[in-house]
């Protein structure tokens, strides 16, 4: 049963030009956003491509950090869990912490603190009330909030207002926005749009005798694929041999899709790619581009299509 399984091919050239887009659009520097494995692209890879372009990059918590060999790259590295590891552990690292409370940023200043301030997320960040003492206990000089619209940005923007920071707060739905842009922006999946594409073999192909599946889906032809909702798969548009087409039915490790009387078996099925690209996913599935890039890209196993 080898050779079943999706292919997922992660084209780092394409996050390289992505990120220097990015850089020339907004004008300011790139803190690429590399957490949960990078989207899981797979972060020591992404961020080895990417190194040079981008000012800074960011992750959840140190573990990610050191696992993607992010400290050995030579650019600014914040983690987001400040509060669970300790100075010299950040130090060693070579990794700033984030810290949202006085006392936390005081128990990490020699790590060189970031602070993020809620502008409306209500988590990791501080109050506005709060700022000046942790800027003070942590001797802060960078901070940026989570903006994820604009009026997140227009409050960052009052409350840092005159403070000397290296301010950010973009991340890819933001970027258009230049009123949320200040010193750097901080994208995570605009970085990877369009990098990954998942593909499958047909491992069966037939012409329906009646309602087929558990759910008596009802149509002339259809085919299998080998992933299922046991590696995050669900039902939703795909195109095969460049047609549209669905995926009709998920089953744990295998699902039925939808075929034209051509196909047969062996035929390319494409789950993510230009043709169905993140942006059509997302609304079959009702979640969003990061969530759904997440979990196709472990339908499989990575391939890599080297920058250059
Ligand atoms: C995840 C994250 C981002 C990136 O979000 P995208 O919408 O994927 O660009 C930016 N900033 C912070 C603080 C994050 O946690």
């Known amino acids: 049963m080898t050779g079943e399984r999706p292919t997922v091919r992660v084209d780092l050239s394409r996050v390289r030009t992505n990120v220097q887009a990015i850089a020339r659009a907004t004008g300011v520097g790139v803190i690429a956003v590399v957490k949960a494995n990078a989207y899981r692209l797979g972060a020591a890879r992404v961020a080895g491509a990417i190194a040079e372009d981008v000012a800074g990059f960011y992750t959840f918590d140190l573990g990610e950090a050191i696992d993607a060999g992010l400290p050995r790259l030579g ?74 619209k604009l009026e997140h940005a227009v409050a960052f923007e009052a409350i840092t207002r005159g403070l000397p920071l290296r301010r950010h707060a973009a991340g890819s739905s933001l970027l258009s926005e230049p009123a949320a842009r200040f010193d750097a922006v901080r994208p995570g999946l605009a970085i990877y749009d369009g990098a990954v594409a998942v ?20 149509v002339p032809r259809f085919g299998l694929i080998g992933a299922g909702y046991s590696q995050g798969l669900r039902p939703g548009p795909c195109s095969i041999a460049g047609r549209p087409s669905r995926i009709l039915e998920v089953g744990m490790q295998t699902s039925f899709v939808e075929l034209a009387a051509a196909d047969r078996i062996g035929a390319e099925v494409t789950i993510l790619g230009d043709d169905v690209p993140l ?19 472990r339908l499989g196993e990575r391939v890599y299509v080297k920058p250059e």
Request: proline residues 5%.
């Open 279 to 297: 942006s059509m996913i997302a609304p079959a599935w009702g979640c969003s581009m990061q969530q759904v890039l997440g979990n196709l890209c």
């Open 199 to 218: 593909t499958a073999s047909l491992i069966d192909a037939r012409d329906a005798t009646g309602p087929a599946g558990y759910s008596g889906f009802d």
């Open 75 to 148: 650019k600014p590295v914040i983690v987001l869990r400040g509060d669970l590891n300790t100075a010299d552990e950040f130090l060693a690292a070579g990794a700033r912490p984030v810290v949202w409370d006085v006392a936390t940023a005081r128990a990490l200043r020699a790590a060189h603190p970031v602070l993020a301030i809620d502008t409306g997320q209500q988590r990791f960040a501080a109050a506005a009330a709060d700022v000046p003492a942790i800027i003070q206990a942590g001797e802060i000089d960078e901070a940026f909030t989570h903006a994820t």
